[in-house]
């Protein structure tokens, strides 16, 4: 019997024609691991590029959080650039695609407006959650012209409103992770990037960019490496020069879609092989939030750096490079993402379709397929890094050097040369962007996207109860981290909100309110006990909308995060109607049409 508060077929039925409706003056791209640190900034560029992005995530390494915050800086990047906030909608179905079912009921619902009865994959509006809450002012710059360029072919309104192509970021990626274990790598990697190849077939969707790796190429090549090493790593020895199963399962993609490619014309794809992705969106809302322990150079620095680890252990000082240290292509996370808008300009550039059965007459049969390197061509040492770093935060980063770790390379760089002549795209962003969108993002987000929301629950405790909890529920490692935290993250916003970089670029300022949250726990974890009014969260541990700092009390944007999302789901016997309100009330303190710098 169905449940009194489950949501009737009409009343589904009519929030679907909505949601299709409202997707139909846009192209539609889906876009698997969209809530994931590339895939969000990725999604951000395509609605600064007018492009409508179904999300499919099952959040298991990420938040829905981010795609809120990317909805929130796309309408407000529209209203400084004087859109009038016309920004495309972002669509969340919170589905595993390994799960063939779900992923062709997710097709079904875009391309053929088909409703499941089992309701789990039903959209949930991103915007809709995000217009309720507000963030922190957004100071940064952005060059609208260069956006303009890139935007993928929008010019065929008869496709607009239907999924025409696909990005896919959804995977498992942790190198060491995948040695111990390789099944769940090539399940979430391998077979389900079959599952979803098989629901685009079905659904005619004939475009996919694909997220690779440099890992593909293996050891044995190393500066200025091109797309063509691969074939030496990969088909020469059949993967053996990979030496982790992470590596292989991108191998492995990369053959099964190359296959693909040649059984059937039409498909067009295009395989991006990143090379050391850092950095943040220049508004510091967005960011890479890795759970666990993280082994990539990048967090580990900023950990030293927030005293949440001693020290960076620099793996090996022996190699055949300028200081002896590893050298990468680091590449900023927001030129990665625009790389996939080129990329995806070029495979949506068809041919006219091949009919069935007809030969392709002199013309390369995989010239459907193509693949990318992401980078920038230019290396830096890890000594190198670490001074960047220390640089940007205005403080010394401890490192000690040791041991080389096993199966490290001394030097990994691109050859940018084929997307730069191909795909018209080249790296914009230089090292010092990296570092300072890096310290912008940590600055207010330092341990990710749950460090307010789980600091939040600790209010009301006593100081000695904070610093407990905040050990026993991992946020921090020891007691002492708690302390330094608070103190570090009011350093970092104090300098980033004194210095400015060598173009004279501000630094984000968005820590504002943070700053005075933190500043109220400091004094809580002072005294004995925090009472309600002087909880730095307010009742629902949302801050409150307050001046801001020496600008003579003009509003600014209120950093509130109210209370957690509804479930992007519709569980079993759970409301879902056109009257339930997806996220907290509340509007932003000002809706101010924000000043523009050019880059
Ligand atoms: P990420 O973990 O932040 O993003 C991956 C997203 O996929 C997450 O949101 C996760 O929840 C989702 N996901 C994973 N398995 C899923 C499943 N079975 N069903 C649905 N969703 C699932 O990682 P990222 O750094 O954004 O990487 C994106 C892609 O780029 C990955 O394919 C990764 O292998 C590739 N890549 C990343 C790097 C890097 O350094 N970050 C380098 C080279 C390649
Ligand atoms: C790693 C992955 C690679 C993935 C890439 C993307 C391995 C073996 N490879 O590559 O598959 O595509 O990340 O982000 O894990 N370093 C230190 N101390 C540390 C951590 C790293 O000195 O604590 C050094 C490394 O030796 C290397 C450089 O920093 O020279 C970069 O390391 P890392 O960020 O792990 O990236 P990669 O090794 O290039």
């Known amino acids: 019997m169905p449940s009194a508060n489950r949501p009737t077929e009409e009343s589904l039925q009519k929030k679907a024609e909505r949601f299709r409706a409202e997707i139909k003056s846009f192209p539609v791209c889906l876009v698997t691991g969209g809530a994931g640190y590339i895939g969000s900034h990725t999604v951000l560029e395509l609605l600064n590029a007018g492009v409508a992005v179904v999300v499919i995530d099952n959040l298991c390494n990420s938040h829905m959080e981010s795609l809120c915050r990317v909805h929130y800086i796309a309408r407000t990047e529209s209203q400084r650039l004087q859109q009038n906030g016309n920004v495309p909608p972002i669509f969340f ?34 915007g809709e959650v995000s217009a309720n809450k507000a963030y922190p002012m957004l100071d940064y710059t952005l060059n609208p012209a260069k956006r303009a360029q890139t935007s993928p072919q929008t010019k065929d309104p008869s496709t607009w409103g239907r999924i025409t192509a696909v990005i896919h970021f ?13 099944l769940e790598y090539y399940e979430n990697n391998v077979a389900a990037l079959v599952v979803l190849l098989k629901a685009m077939k079905a659904h ?37 020069l990979l030496t982790n199963p992470y590596g292989r399962s991108k191998w492995m993609s990369e053959e099964i879609i190359n296959d693909y490619c040649v059984a059937d014309p039409n498909f067009h794809a295009i395989s991006l092989r990143y090379f050391n992705p850092t950095g943040s969106h220049p508004s510091g809302l967005i960011g890479e939030d890795p759970k666990g322990t993280p082994n990539n150079i990048v967090p580990v620095i900023l950990q030293a750096y927030q005293r949440r680890r001693s020290r960076v252990h620099v793996f090996g000082s022996n190699y055949d490079t300028s200081d002896g240290t590893g050298v990468r292509d680091y590449i900023h996370v927001s030129d990665l993402a625009m790389g996939h808008l080129a990329a995806l300009r070029k495979a949506t550039k068809q041919p006219d379709p091949v009919p069935e059965g007809e030969e392709i007459d002199g013309q390369d049969p995989v010239s459907n397929y193509n693949v ?21 935060a205005g403080t010394a980063i401890p490192f000690t050097v040791g041991e080389a770790r096993a199966g490290d390379l001394g030097t990994v760089t691109a050859s940018p040369d084929k997307a730069a002549s191909d795909l018209d795209w080249r790296a914009e962003f230089d090292l010092q962007d990296m570092c300072r969108d890096v310290f912008n993002w ?30 026993a529920t991992g946020l ?40 005075n949250m933190l500043k109220k726990m400091r004094s809580a974890s002072h005294s004995s006990a925090v009472s309600d009014s002087d909880n730095p969260f ?24 109210g209370e957690p999302h509804k479930t992007a789901t519709i569980a079993e016997g759970e409301e879902e109607d056109e009257d339930v309100d997806l996220g907290p009330t509340l509007s932003p303190s000002t809706s101010k049409t924000l000043p523009m710098r050019s880059r």
């Open 476 to 515: 921090f490692d020891r007691e002492e981290d708690f302390d330094n935290f608070i103190s570090t993250s009011l350093n970092s916003i104090d300098n980033n909100n004194a210095s400015k970089d060598g173009s004279g670029r501000r630094m984000s300022q968005h820590g504002a309110n943070f700053s």
């Open 442 to 471: 940590a600055a207010a987000n330092p341990t990710g996207y749950e460090t307010l929301r789980r600091l939040s629950t600790m209010s009301g405790m006593s100081s000695q109860e904070m610093r407990r909890q905040s050990v």
């Open 372 to 392: 990318y390197n992401l980078g920038t061509g230019r290396g830096y040492s890890v000594l190198e890094i670490i001074k960047a770093f220390s640089n940007a």
């Open 93 to 126: 179905h919170q589905v595993d695609i390994r799960s063939t079912k779900s992923m062709n009921q997710v097709f079904d619902f875009w391309q053929s407006d088909k409703i499941h009865a089992e309701r789990a994959v039903f959209p949930v509006s991103v």
């Open 538 to 561: 307010g009742g629902n541990y949302a801050l409150s909308s307050s001046p801001g700092p020496g600008a003579g009390g003009a509003p600014r944007f209120a950093m509130t995060w």
């Open 170 to 182: 959804a995977a498992l990626k942790a190198v060491g992770e995948s040695i111990t274990k390789p």
């Open 204 to 240: 005619a969707v004939n475009v996919l960019i694909f997220s690779s790796s440099a890992v593909v190429y293996g050891v044995g090549h190393e500066a200025g490496i091109t797309e063509e090493t691969v074939q030496v790593a990969g088909k020469g020895s059949g993967g053996g």
